[in-house]
């Protein structure tokens, strides 16, 4: 770019930074000269041809100047994470876009199916990528093998039913009907068959974005989040194949609460990944049936929110927002710290005992400025403390088939519970939480490392020749997940490769006594 014109443009974003309201950045945007620059280069490829939508044309969006439609195309649809790529066309086109209703059965969590009904075989439905003014060919295609009609109720359309009516579809059957995308926002879409809470509840949502004349601003990473609710016949985490609950569904007490159709499908090795120094846009649905989402990413501020999925950046600096059934928001976030950022639904016994838990893993260099990570730890402990009680939810999975399933799960609980104490690694914490890595402890006596995780542990313990004289607290786990726990302990980290098994911990539980100190021990 010539410098006369980066001068004229510096001062055309610096009006626009200081003045416009609605153009208005975030602190965190303005925060560099390199922000700075970018905030500039990206002014210079956004799509110029069409002057930028006033308030009065974002109110009634049908007055707003457009150029007139153009050409066809097929819209590209994803699946959850992922979005598809923005569009870049600077008027409106015919799109048809083709869906599919699929039956079937997927996986709810670790040893627990259900039967979802899905916009293309996958929960949530597909994500749709269109632009204002486009006009819309939609066909419904329903599965053979489906045992039910359905249809699309997309909250993007203006007409009676949002095109439900018209996309009525038996199995073995299409529909086809066409609307015009008159309001940019990011929309819902669901089944709106009867009984419709019992499509919405078995999975039949997704999300639609219209792009507004302009585009949206660029960003570096666009991810697909759609929470929703599960009401299973079993309580939480009861195995094999689970059916739906029409009297938890009524009372809206729900067994799961996740993000994208099951526990853990943004989570762990299924997080999504990005980057420090990159930007980061969300856009995030709720589909119920029943719950409003109290949305919040731990560790991170949002700097724009278009709130309730609108067509303008409506809030900056936001904590939670929430996130109606049947509603969405976008938000935006710049990555400063690597490490992950956990999103949950902050009504917190959903995220952390119903499964509503994602995760981005943020890779790059630290800067101890922002966030120092740990600096000091010391024991603190108050006078006459003594053993406490974590009461846990006993599962109820069926027990694990073989040694290497017990590491697997072993695995998850360790990370859940022991981890925050003992350590990634089981390296432990130097005079606060001895080593479970080739702990001398441990490896003499199993009976022993049972009764410690069945019951806690206080008062002076040698592990490794160093002394520690603090708090196990008592945990309450079950027969099963005491052995799942310890048998991944005793195969990791240079420990002697023991399997505990259930029975083992069952004998140790009537046999052992919990120590005299702990809560309800006579
Ligand atoms: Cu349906």
Request: hydrophobic share 40%; aromatic share 8%.
């Amino acid at each position: 770019m010539k410098t006369t014109s980066r001068l004229l443009l510096t001062g055309l974003v610096t009006t626009l930074l200081t003045q416009c309201g609605d153009k208005e950045l975030s602190p965190n945007e303005k925060m560099s000269q390199a922000t700075f620059i970018k905030a500039m280069e990206s002014y210079e490829t956004a799509p110029a041809a069409v002057p930028a939508p006033t308030g009065d044309a974002l109110a009634n969006p049908t007055k707003q100047q457009d150029k007139p439609v153009l050409g066809t195309e097929n819209a590209v649809l994803t699946d959850a994470p992922n979005v598809p790529p923005p569009i870049t066309r600077d008027h409106p086109t015919k799109v048809t876009i083709k869906l599919e209703v699929v039956e079937l059965v997927k996986r709810m969590a670790d040893g627990v199916d259900y039967t979802f009904w899905t916009f293309g075989g996958s929960v949530p439905g597909k994500f749709i990528r269109i632009r204002q003014n486009d006009e819309v060919e939609f066909h419904l295609m329903n599965r053979p093998d489906s045992k039910m009609p359905h249809n699309i109720d997309l909250h993007a359309v203006t007409g009676p039913g949002g095109g439900a009516a018209a996309s009525f579809t038996a199995p073995g059957h299409a529909s086809v009907f066409s609307f015009k995308a008159l309001n940019p926002g990011l929309y819902v879409y669901h089944c709106a068959t009867a009984p419709v809470g019992m499509h919405v509840a078995n999975g039949m949502y997704g999300l639609i974005l219209i792009e507004p004349i302009g585009g949206l601003p660029k960003v570096d990473k666009e991810f697909y989040v759609f929470q929703s609710e599960f009401y299973t016949k079993g309580p939480h985490g009861e195995a094999g194949l689970q059916p739906f609950s029409m009297e938890k569904a009524l009372t809206e007490i729900p067994d799961y609460v996740v993000f994208n159709g099951s526990v853990g499908a943004m989570a762990g090795d299924n997080a999504v990944q990005a980057a420090v120094g990159e930007k980061v846009r969300l856009f995030v649905g709720n589909g119920g049936p029943n719950l409003v989402s109290s949305f919040h990413v731990i560790g991170e501020i949002f700097d724009n929110v278009y709130l309730e999925g609108g067509a303008k950046p409506a809030q900056h600096q936001v904590q939670t927002t929430m996130i109606p059934a049947g509603g969405s928001a976008i938000v935006e976030f710049g990555l400063e710290v690597p490490g992950t950022y956990i999103l949950v639904d902050h009504s917190i016994f959903r995220a952390f005992n119903k499964g509503a838990v994602g995760m981005i893993k943020v890779s790059g260099p630290e800067n101890k400025l922002v966030y120092s990570g740990k600096q000091d730890d010391r024991i603190y402990q108050m006078e006459g403390s003594t053993i406490q009680s974590i009461a846990q939810a006993s599962t109820q999975q069926a027990p694990a088939a073989n040694k290497e399933e017990r590491i697997a799960r072993g695995k998850m609980l360790y990370t859940s519970i022991c981890m925050a104490c003992h350590q990634p690694e089981g390296q432990g914490i130097p005079k606060a939480f001895p080593p479970v890595a080739k702990s001398d402890y441990l490896n003499a006596d199993p009976k022993r490392a049972i009764a410690t995780v069945l019951h806690g542990l206080q008062g002076k313990v040698t592990v490794n020749g160093e002394t520690y004289e603090s708090i196990m607290p008592q945990l309450g786990l079950n027969d099963e997940q005491v052995a799942n726990a310890l048998t991944y302990v005793y195969n990791n980290w240079g420990n002697n490769g023991t399997e505990v098994l259930p029975a083992m911990v069952k004998e140790v539980r009537a046999t052992v006594p919990p120590p005299a100190t702990a809560p309800g021990a006579h």
